[in-house]
């Protein structure tokens, strides 16, 4: 079959069972990796590729809004690492008891281990101050970012690469230690790193933190809370 240039269209056939399974696959075996980071660097083509499958995302408007600052000097890290540890010993103290305890048994070193880290922001004014599908929902060029993390994401979990999504800092540390411009909105600090082995359930469930609800509790059939 030949392919479709630019402006043409292409049938849409179903994947094979085996394409079909390896994309299922990636799904239901990615896992957010925490202290497991192997020090193997990764090779820039394999990296170009994690970013290339997060440009490819969609987004509302095609506004495209993400950048990436890919972060390998160990000072930078180093400091990113400080403003998590203050954040996160306040985090630490909005628990009690055993979940507490459990919280603090944790291991969220993976920003000192993993070999690069990723800063994933969104621009809200690349594509103007009216974006087509963002006219009555101001969110959907942040939206649309999380889609390229996710996509950047899978794409890691197909590439033996595993990802970590470190969300406890304050944001103007980050913005303060990366140079980022207020009007930026940081999305995601990734770590990213090989890994030889990966929960077969999410950590926290394995842990006894939360399990995966049922999905039948969550589908409703044309209105809300009638069973899907």
């Not at 070193?109 to 103007?128: F, M, N, Q």
């Not at 970590?164 to 980050?174: A, C, N, Q, R, T």
């Not at 207020?182 to 359930?201: H, K, N, T």
Request: proline content about 7%.
């Amino acid at each position: 079959m030949r392919p479709s240039s630019r402006g043409e269209q292409a049938p849409a056939y179903p994947f094979s069972p085996a394409e079909r399974d390896a994309v299922y696959r990636a799904i239901e075996t990615r896992r957010d990796v925490r202290d497991q980071f192997l020090p193997d660097p990764i090779p820039d083509p394999v990296l170009r590729r994690l970013l290339q499958a997060a440009h490819n995302a969609p987004s509302v408007g095609f506004m495209q809004p993400w950048s990436f600052v890919v972060i390998r000097d160990a000072a930078v890290k180093a400091g990113a690492h400080q403003a998590f540890q203050r954040a996160n010993a306040e985090a630490a103290d909005l628990f009690e008891g055993e979940r507490q305890d459990l919280y603090r048994s944790l291991k969220l070193e993976g920003i000192l281990k993993a070999p690069v880290s990723l800063c994933v922001t969104c621009d809200p004014d690349r594509a103007g101050s009216v974006v087509l599908g963002r006219t009555h929902n101001p969110r959907m060029d942040v939206y649309s970012t999380v889609c390229a993390v996710q996509n950047l994401w899978l794409a890691a979990r197909a590439e033996g690469v595993g990802v970590g999504w470190v969300s406890i800092f304050h944001e103007d540390d980050i913005r303060t230690l990366l140079g980022i411009p207020d009007r930026i909105e940081i999305v995601a600090w990734l770590c990213l790193g090989y890994v030889d082995a990966l929960y077969q359930e999410p950590e926290l469930a394995v842990k006894g933190w939360r399990q995966r609800l049922p999905l039948e509790e969550l589908v409703h059939a044309d209105r809300w809370g009638q069973p899907g």
